[in-house]
Nanobody, 122 residues
Framework: VQLQASGGGLVHPGGSLRLSCVASEFTSSYYGWFRQAPGKEREAVACITRNDGNTFYVDSVKGRFSISRNNAENTVYLQMDSLKPEDTAVYYC??????????????????WGSGTLVTVSS
């Protein structure tokens, strides 16, 4: 499966961005977003089930980020509000096999595509 993320950019602290990810096929049970900041390890952000839309978040983004999906358009979204400088990273979307492993340390991913850069700075 091919995944293409878009929607990144430069935003001031406290601002918002909406990322999109289009998949070439939409058959995975779970889809997720993870990020990687310069010099840091990958960090999971959120995950969603394809069938019923159940969502999962890491603590650092709870209440600020929202993951959603549009099955008809093979698309997963990440709405990011109240952005902070520490949210600066390249954001990737992925197909996920094991949700808990993914949220803990980004293990359990099947595939991921090119990312989109989010920069939060004044």
């Amino acid at each position: 499966v091919q995944l293409q993320a878009s929607g990144g950019g430069l935003v001031h602290p406290g601002g918002s961005l909406r990322l999109s990810c289009v998949a070439s096929e939409f058959t995975s049970s779970y889809y997720g977003w993870f990020r990687q900041a310069p010099g840091k390890e990958r960090e999971a952000v959120a995950c969603i089930t394809r069938n019923d839309g159940n969502t999962f978040y890491v603590d650092s983004v709870k209440g600020r980020f929202s993951i959603s999906r549009n099955n008809a358009e093979n698309t997963v979204y990440l709405q990011m509000d109240s952005l902070k400088p520490e949210d600066t990273a390249v954001y990737y979307c992925a197909t996920v096999k094991w949700v808990l492993a993914f949220l803990k340390n980004t293990r359990g991913m099947d595939s991921w595509g090119s990312g989109t850069l989010v920069t939060v700075s004044s």
